[in-house]
């Protein structure tokens, strides 16, 4: 499984982003997908993600300002950034489970999101 992520870049706050993360190869086994994020300094944190069922979650941080959606079945995703704040800064990574199990995991390139004050 690869997974390309676009979609990042400068914005000042306020503004909107969305980003897109694109499955390819072995795609059947993708179980859950999401973004994660690692802010300069910090460790990298879970922002969405969205089951196989549909089932969204969302670190609180950013409820109500993010919204994780789907075309179709786990290809692509995308995350609607709006209100970007500067602590939203980071790099942003795209993130699938498998269903072989949960010692499988897949990642993507990050993309750069960069919120300016």
């Known amino acids: 499984v690869q997974l390309q992520a676009s979609g990042g870049g400068l914005v000042q706050a306020g503004g909107s982003l969305r980003l897109s993360c694109a499955a390819s190869g072995s795609t059947f086994l993708i179980d859950g997908i999401g973004w994660y994020r690692q802010p300069p300094g910090k460790q990298r944190e879970l922002v969405a993600g969205i089951s196989s069922g549909g089932t969204t979650n969302y670190a609180d941080s950013v409820k109500g300002r993010f919204t994780i959606s789907r075309d179709n079945v786990k290809n692509p995703v995308y995350l609607q950034m709006n209100s970007l704040k500067p602590e939203d800064t980071a790099v942003y990574y795209c993130?699938?489970?498998?269903?072989?199990?949960?010692?499988?995991?897949?990642w993507g390139q990050g993309t750069q999101v960069t919120v300016s004050s």
């Open positions: 993130h699938a489970t498998s269903k072989l199990g949960s010692e499988y995991e897949y």
